[in-house]
Nanobody
Framework: QLVESGGGLVQTGDSLRLSCVVS????????MGWFRQAPGKEREFAAA????????YYGDPVKGRFTISRDNAKNTVYLQMNSLKPEDTAIYYC??????????????????WGQGTQVTVSS
Protein backbone atom coordinates (compact mmCIF):
# COMPACT_ATOMS: atom_id res chain seq x y z
CA GLN A 1 0.00 0.00 0.00
CA LEU A 2 1.20 3.49 -0.92
CA VAL A 3 -0.29 6.48 0.89
CA GLU A 4 0.52 10.02 -0.21
CA SER A 5 0.12 13.21 1.76
CA GLY A 6 1.18 16.83 1.62
CA GLY A 7 -0.81 18.21 -1.28
CA GLY A 8 -2.76 21.43 -1.10
CA LEU A 9 -3.48 24.86 -2.52
CA VAL A 10 -0.53 27.24 -2.82
CA GLN A 11 0.44 30.35 -4.74
CA THR A 12 2.95 30.73 -7.55
CA GLY A 13 6.48 30.57 -6.20
CA ASP A 14 5.54 28.64 -3.05
CA SER A 15 6.88 25.27 -1.98
CA LEU A 16 5.29 21.98 -0.95
CA ARG A 17 6.66 18.65 0.18
CA LEU A 18 4.81 15.48 -0.71
CA SER A 19 5.30 12.27 1.24
CA CYS A 20 4.49 8.67 0.37
CA VAL A 21 4.58 5.94 2.98
CA VAL A 22 4.91 2.38 1.71
CA SER A 23 3.69 -0.65 3.60
CA UNK A 24 3.52 -4.33 2.80
CA UNK A 25 6.77 -4.34 0.82
CA UNK A 26 10.47 -4.37 1.62
CA UNK A 27 10.85 -0.72 0.76
CA UNK A 28 14.56 -0.64 0.01
CA UNK A 29 14.17 -3.37 -2.61
CA UNK A 30 12.34 -1.00 -4.96
CA UNK A 31 12.99 2.13 -6.95
CA MET A 32 10.32 4.74 -6.33
CA GLY A 33 8.90 7.59 -8.33
CA TRP A 34 6.36 10.37 -8.67
CA PHE A 35 4.08 10.96 -11.61
CA ARG A 36 1.46 13.64 -12.12
CA GLN A 37 -1.72 14.08 -14.10
CA ALA A 38 -3.24 17.43 -14.94
CA PRO A 39 -6.90 17.79 -15.93
CA GLY A 40 -7.44 16.57 -19.48
CA LYS A 41 -3.85 15.39 -19.86
CA GLU A 42 -2.06 12.08 -19.70
CA ARG A 43 -0.19 11.00 -16.62
CA GLU A 44 3.45 12.08 -16.90
CA PHE A 45 6.71 11.23 -15.22
CA ALA A 46 8.00 13.71 -12.65
CA ALA A 47 10.84 12.08 -10.71
CA ALA A 48 12.38 8.76 -9.72
CA UNK A 49 14.95 7.51 -7.24
CA UNK A 50 16.90 4.28 -7.13
CA UNK A 51 16.67 1.77 -4.30
CA UNK A 52 19.67 3.17 -2.46
CA UNK A 53 18.76 6.77 -3.14
CA UNK A 54 22.10 7.41 -4.82
CA UNK A 55 20.66 8.28 -8.23
CA UNK A 56 17.70 10.45 -9.15
CA TYR A 57 15.94 11.26 -12.40
CA TYR A 58 13.64 14.11 -13.33
CA GLY A 59 11.23 15.03 -16.06
CA ASP A 60 12.16 18.17 -17.98
CA PRO A 61 9.23 20.28 -16.65
CA VAL A 62 10.37 19.86 -13.03
CA LYS A 63 14.12 19.62 -13.39
CA GLY A 64 15.91 22.14 -11.17
CA ARG A 65 12.80 22.85 -9.07
CA PHE A 66 11.77 19.47 -7.63
CA THR A 67 13.86 17.10 -5.54
CA ILE A 68 13.05 13.47 -4.84
CA SER A 69 14.48 11.74 -1.80
CA ARG A 70 13.82 8.69 0.33
CA ASP A 71 14.25 7.52 3.90
CA ASN A 72 14.53 3.74 3.85
CA ALA A 73 14.28 3.58 7.64
CA LYS A 74 10.84 5.21 7.45
CA ASN A 75 9.64 3.47 4.26
CA THR A 76 8.97 6.93 2.86
CA VAL A 77 9.69 8.75 -0.37
CA TYR A 78 9.44 12.52 -0.64
CA LEU A 79 9.00 15.09 -3.38
CA GLN A 80 10.16 18.57 -2.46
CA MET A 81 8.59 21.03 -4.89
CA ASN A 82 9.97 24.57 -5.04
CA SER A 83 9.16 27.57 -7.23
CA LEU A 84 5.77 26.13 -8.02
CA LYS A 85 3.95 27.31 -11.14
CA PRO A 86 0.28 27.11 -12.16
CA GLU A 87 1.26 24.47 -14.73
CA ASP A 88 2.35 22.22 -11.86
CA THR A 89 -1.32 21.88 -10.88
CA ALA A 90 -2.12 18.17 -11.01
CA ILE A 91 -2.84 15.07 -9.03
CA TYR A 92 0.48 13.65 -7.91
CA TYR A 93 0.87 9.89 -7.68
CA CYS A 94 3.48 7.92 -5.83
CA UNK A 95 4.82 4.94 -7.77
CA UNK A 96 6.59 1.73 -6.79
CA UNK A 97 8.44 0.25 -9.75
CA UNK A 98 8.71 -3.37 -10.75
CA UNK A 99 11.83 -4.95 -9.34
CA UNK A 100 14.79 -4.67 -11.70
CA UNK A 101 13.11 -2.07 -13.85
CA UNK A 102 15.11 0.82 -15.27
CA UNK A 103 12.53 2.53 -17.48
CA UNK A 104 11.54 5.02 -14.86
CA UNK A 105 9.63 7.35 -17.16
CA UNK A 106 7.24 4.64 -18.40
CA UNK A 107 3.79 4.06 -16.90
CA UNK A 108 4.14 0.36 -17.63
CA UNK A 109 7.18 0.16 -15.35
CA UNK A 110 5.08 0.93 -12.29
CA UNK A 111 3.97 -2.00 -10.17
CA UNK A 112 1.85 -0.13 -7.64
CA TRP A 113 0.31 3.33 -7.51
CA GLY A 114 -0.77 5.49 -4.62
CA GLN A 115 -4.22 7.03 -4.52
CA GLY A 116 -2.93 10.47 -5.49
CA THR A 117 -2.79 13.85 -3.79
CA GLN A 118 -4.01 17.09 -5.33
CA VAL A 119 -1.63 20.00 -5.81
CA THR A 120 -3.14 23.28 -6.96
CA VAL A 121 -1.01 26.33 -7.73
CA SER A 122 -2.84 29.61 -8.12
CA SER A 123 -1.49 32.48 -10.16
Amino acid sequence: QLVESGGGLVQTGDSLRLSCVVSGRTFNNYAMGWFRQAPGKEREFAAAITRSGETTYYGDPVKGRFTISRDNAKNTVYLQMNSLKPEDTAIYYCALYYSGNYYYTKLGAVHYWGQGTQVTVSS
